[in-house]
């Protein structure tokens, strides 16, 4: 049991991109993380334990690039008060 | 800030996007355009298609950030970035940057500098097609660098000389 607002799990959508989205199999859905995963980088390392397609598609998370609320972060980045958390691969636009 | 920012399917229309950027500003001496064609082979091996997955929104975000960034680096008078997704075969266009300003030099920098960064921040990717199978492109080192060499300060290279 959790008091107030701290600490409180909550809903996240997280979308895939390119082969991150092909290994985990969707484009996008909405995770529940339990409380201990405040960062970025705890947050791929709980989805790499959910299962094997996670595991597949986070087994080096250090190549994996991510963004909360469209806007790139680092790996130690806080996922507190995000509403959409991206994963992809290194960008080859242009 | 002037700026064009779009996203399409279809192919790009060079010479009537310019021509409409331009229009409107009398004091442009320079425009500089860059365009991203699809090469037939990848890596030495000859390619079917390209197909280009982005992040809808994140994508406009990022590109407009650099755009930002761009006329705060440079006096530019007007900018275009106009990015394809979806299937493009070999020879068609894949993006269109066209940056103009009063003279060269701020045209053909930011013009490079909005490239070098839709290169490694814009969230797109590129996946090739060949002999019926498909596979992504990797990021190459040569491109972070070269978006790396505009994060030192505003750029000394014509006051060195």
Not at chain 1, 8 to 16: E, H, L, N, P, T
Request: charged letters at 25%.
């Amino acid at each position: 049991m959790t008091s107030g607002t701290a600490g409180q799990s909550k809903k996240i959508k997280v979308r895939y991109f390119a082969w991150v989205r092909e290994r985990v199999g969707k484009p996008e859905e909405e995770i529940e993380p339990p409380a201990g995963v405040a960062t970025v980088a705890e947050l791929m390392a709980w989805l790499a334990d959910q299962g094997e397609h996670y595991a597949y598609a986070f087994e080096n998370p250090k190549v994996i690039r991510a963004a909360i609320d469209r806007n790139h972060v680092r790996s130690e980045a806080r996922i507190e008060g995000a509403g959409e958390i991206a994963f992809f691969p290194p960008m080859t636009g242009g | 800030m002037p700026a064009i920012i779009r996203l399409q399917r279809e192919p790009i229309a060079i010479a009537a996007e310019v021509e409409k950027l331009v229009g409107a500003h009398k004091d442009v001496g320079a425009v500089v355009t860059f365009t991203g064609i699809c090469r037939a082979d990848e890596n030495g091996a000859p390619i079917a298609a390209l197909t280009l997955e982005h992040y809808p929104g994140m994508a406009e975000a990022e590109i407009a950030r650099h755009v930002e960034e761009a006329y705060a680096r440079w006096p530019l008078l007007a900018a275009l970035v106009i990015h394809r997704y979806g299937r493009i075969v070999p020879g068609e266009d894949i993006v269109l940057v066209a940056t103009a300003s009063s003279h060269r030099h701020a045209a053909f920098a930011a013009a490079e500098f909005l490239m070098d960064y839709l290169k490694t921040r814009a969230p797109f990717w590129k996946q090739v097609e060949s002999a019926g199978t498909t596979a992504w492109v990797e990021a190459k080192s040569a491109d972070d660098a070269a978006a790396e060499r505009w994060s030192a300060p505003p750029p000394q290279r014509d006051a060195a000389k």
